[in-house]
């Protein structure tokens, strides 16, 4: 069955601001925001914790059949948000949001979060290497990967703005807005 709705992925490294604008892109499209963070925690999808990074060590297979049972294949209407993209199927996905935040202002959020030594340096070298932006270039087709900046609060309003304009081109696109017309006409 065709989507009615597309699913979208909000990636970067933590601390750019995944969380925010995945609860106020939720909020404004009527969709479903997905803490993969949460879900693996919550749903015990991992073997333990990396002692030193003090991030989970993922059970992807779990994972990914938690997901595929959501109505996420089905309806759509999705928004993924991890600090990782490559584990999910390209059938799955229809736009893929990398965030991008300045080294200085990346790393007063993290140490403001309490990260320190080998998890505050990883964290601030995986975005200076954009290694997010790569992964999800080398993921998915290069026409759904878009690079947003999150630096303030403007930029998150114009950011769910464009990507709001996003979704009601793809409905469009993807026949699943103007129906009731073409019935009526
Ligand atoms: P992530 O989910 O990627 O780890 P969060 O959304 O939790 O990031 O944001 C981390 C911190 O940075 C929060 O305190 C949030 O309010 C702040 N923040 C994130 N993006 C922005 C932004 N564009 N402008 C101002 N503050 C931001």
Redesign the pocket.
């Known amino acids: 069955m065709a989507r009615k709705n597309p699913n979208i992925v909000i990636t970067?490294t933590?601390?750019?601001?995944?969380?925010?604008h995945a609860e106020q892109l939720a909020r404004s499209l009527g969709f479903k925001h997905v803490s993969i963070n949460q879900i693996v925690k919550d749903e015990g999808f991992h073997e333990g914790k990396d002692e030193e990074l003090g991030s989970w060590i993922v059970d992807e297979d779990k994972l990914l059949d938690y997901l595929e049972a959501t109505s996420l294949s089905d309806t759509g209407g999705y928004i993924l948000d991890w600090h990782a993209c490559d584990l999910f199927p390209e059938r799955w996905i229809d736009l893929v949001i990398v965030l991008r935040c300045d080294s200085t202002i990346l790393y007063d959020?993290l140490t403001a979060r309490g990260y320190k030594d080998k998890k505050l340096e990883e964290n601030m070298d995986s975005e200076i290497m954009q290694v997010l932006l790569d992964e999800a270039r080398e993921s998915y087709r290069e026409e759904i990967v878009v690079e947003l900046r999150?630096?303030?609060?403007e930029?998150?309003e114009g950011n769910v703005e464009r990507v709001e304009g996003w979704v009601k081109a793809w409905r469009k696109d993807n026949g699943a807005e103007g129906d009731e017309e073409k019935k009526d006409a």
């Open positions: 970067g933590p601390g750019v601001g995944k969380t925010t959020r999150s630096e303030s609060a930029d998150v």
